[in-house]
């Protein structure tokens, strides 16, 4: 923010952290009542599939639940339910309609709105972050306890304008153990303390293997320092989940609601409960 700050963000570029961005077509999302940012340091330690999980974990407590698929020029969420069907809108093309899985979650992702999910998204960062507005703004949600939303890796422009213009109640961090996982949860809970939005759970994905014959644990990727740096941020819940192809392949070939979510319990009651 500068020092010559009005605070009238409407007439204002700056794309400050204060920044609060004016809100149009309040019905289509007046219904979410509550939103959770998921979130990581970087691509590919399975943020997409903890966020399928943490939905799937929702709907089968009787939660309304919806996920936002904010990764918008890497979207896999249709991918992990099975959704092929395109996005449907209302006859004036202004409202879109987001596609339901098999268990009742609301999805609406970039891939729902492209004639070929293979087609590449070549955007910039603001219209990538226009795009996650609109998804807010234009896709009618209805009625929803809780919505997820699969945010990009880092904290780039479209993790920002979903922080600035979706009243997310808390962030979920996705780690894995290769990681510098410190100053990655420093990075987020700053990032939160900023927005003062609090830092509700960390999930260490790929956390060790179980061997299928004897059953022993190995932490393939070192040894797991997740439980000390969660305690230094003071956030309660955490969650371990093992590398598992099995639950991969599920995911990647579209049943994430035919898996055992009860791992991110803790997690789901740390969302339940803010
Ligand atoms: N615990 C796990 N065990 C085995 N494979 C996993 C696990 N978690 C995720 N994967 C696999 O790793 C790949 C990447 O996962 P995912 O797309 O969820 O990552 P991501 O962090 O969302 O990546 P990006 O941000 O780049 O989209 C997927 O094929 C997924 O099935």
Same mark, same amino acid.
């Given at each position: &923010?500068?020092?010559?700050?009005?605070?009238?963000? +409407? +007439?204002?570029?700056?794309?400050? !952290?204060?920044? *609060?961005?004016?809100? =149009?077509?309040?019905?289509?999302?007046?219904?979410?009542? @509550?939103?959770?940012? /998921?979130?990581?340091?970087?691509?590919?330690?399975? =943020?997409?599939?903890?966020? +399928?999980?943490?939905?799937?974990?929702?709907? =089968?407590?009787?939660?309304?639940?919806?996920?936002?698929?904010?990764?918008?020029?890497?979207?896999?969420?249709?991918?992990?339910?099975? %959704?092929?069907? =395109?996005?449907?809108?209302?006859?004036?093309?202004?409202?879109?309609?987001?596609?339901?899985?098999?268990?009742?979650?609301?999805?609406?992702?970039?891939?729902?709105?492209?004639?070929?999910?293979?087609?590449?998204?070549?955007?910039?960062?603001? *219209?990538?972050?226009?795009?996650? @507005?609109?998804?807010?703004?234009? *896709? @009618?949600?209805? $009625?929803?306890?809780? &919505?997820?939303?699969?945010?990009? #890796?880092?904290?780039? $422009?479209? #993790?920002?304008?979903?922080?600035?213009?979706?009243?997310?109640?808390?962030?979920?961090? /996705?780690?894995?153990?290769?990681?510098?996982?410190? &100053?990655? /949860?420093?990075?987020?809970?700053?990032?939160?303390?900023?927005?003062?939005?609090?830092?509700?759970?960390?999930?260490?994905?790929?956390?060790?293997?179980?061997? #299928?014959?004897?059953?022993?644990?190995?932490?393939?990727?070192? @040894?797991?320092?997740?439980?000390?740096?969660?305690?230094?941020?003071?956030?309660? !819940?955490?969650?371990?989940?093992?590398?598992?192809?099995?639950?991969?392949?599920?995911?990647?070939?579209?049943?994430?609601?035919?898996?055992?979510?009860?791992? %991110?319990?803790?997690?789901?009651?740390?969302?339940?409960?803010?």
């Amino acid at each position: &923010m500068s020092e010559e700050c009005t605070h009238d963000c +409407s +007439s204002c570029g700056s794309n400050c !952290a204060e920044r *609060v961005e004016e809100q =149009k077509n309040k019905d289509n999302y007046a219904g979410v009542k @509550k939103v959770i940012a /998921v979130v990581s340091g970087k691509g590919g330690v399975g =943020k997409s599939m903890v966020t +399928s999980l943490l939905a799937v974990n929702s709907a =089968k407590n009787g939660l309304k639940t919806a996920i936002m698929d904010a990764d918008i020029t890497g979207p896999s969420i249709p991918k992990s339910f099975g %959704l092929k069907e =395109k996005a449907k809108c209302d006859e004036e093309g202004t409202v879109i309609y987001p596609e339901v899985t098999n268990g009742g979650i609301k999805v609406m992702s970039m891939n729902l709105l492209m004639d070929n999910e293979t087609d590449p998204v070549i955007w910039r960062g603001p *219209v990538i972050a226009g795009a996650v @507005k609109e998804f807010w703004e234009n *896709v @009618k949600w209805g $009625d929803i306890d809780c &919505m997820f939303v699969d945010c990009p #890796p880092g904290t780039g $422009d479209v #993790p920002l304008t979903v922080f600035q213009s979706l009243p997310v109640a808390g962030i979920v961090v /996705v780690t894995s153990p290769q990681e510098l996982v410190s &100053m990655i /949860v420093e990075k987020a809970v700053n990032m939160a303390n900023m927005m003062d939005i609090p830092v509700l759970g960390i999930v260490e994905n790929m956390s060790y293997f179980e061997c #299928p014959d004897c059953g022993k644990k190995h932490e393939i990727f070192g @040894k797991s320092h997740i439980d000390e740096i969660a305690a230094q941020h003071d956030i309660k !819940a955490v969650a371990k989940l093992p590398i598992n192809p099995e639950a991969a392949s599920k995911v990647d070939g579209g049943f994430a609601e035919d898996l055992d979510v009860s791992a %991110l319990d803790n997690i789901f009651e740390a969302i339940r409960n803010c």
